[in-house]
């Protein structure tokens, strides 16, 4: 039985993608810019699966296009650039990685309130 294909809008770590691999017949974007949205849309309507960042855009026009897209896995906190609505409605799963720049987030604020206190930037 084939793999279903999944399609990443973007390069990943190689041992996530040999990961995905196992279980899907996978493609990654190998440019540095996101992909143009009419190339979004074809590849949309070839695969099982998408996994997306923030600059792609998935209106419902390409979700109704993709006739065997079963998720868009966003590996980002928003999804904002995902019609959700419509992906529900079509029976579409979207999911994200919500909380998962908490911590950092948090870091970098006691490091500038540090930085000020300090007057770092001044010496």
């Known amino acids: 039985?084939?793999?279903?294909?999944?399609?990443?809008?973007?390069?990943?770590?190689?041992?996530?993608?040999?990961?995905?691999?196992?279980?899907?017949?996978?493609?990654?974007?190998?440019?540095?810019?996101?992909?143009?949205?009419?190339?979004?849309?074809q590849k949309a309507k070839e695969v099982d699966a998408l996994g997306s960042l923030l600059t792609d855009r998935i209106d419902c026009n390409l979700l109704q296009q993709a006739k065997r897209l079963r998720i868009v896995a966003q590996y980002a906190v928003g999804y904002d650039n995902i019609d959700v609505e419509c992906a529900t409605r079509l029976g579409?799963?979207?999911?994200?990685?919500?909380?998962?720049?908490?911590?950092?987030?948090?870091e970098l604020t006691w490091a500038l309130l540090m930085a000020v206190a300090r007057r770092i930037v001044e010496a």
């Open 1 to 41: 039985m084939a793999k279903p294909k999944l399609f990443i809008t973007r390069e990943l770590f190689e041992d996530v993608i040999k990961k995905l691999e196992e279980y899907y017949d996978v493609e990654v974007w190998d440019r540095y810019q996101p992909p143009p949205y009419e190339v979004l849309l």
């Open 92 to 106: 579409i799963y979207v999911t994200n990685t919500p909380g998962v720049l908490t911590e950092a987030t948090a």
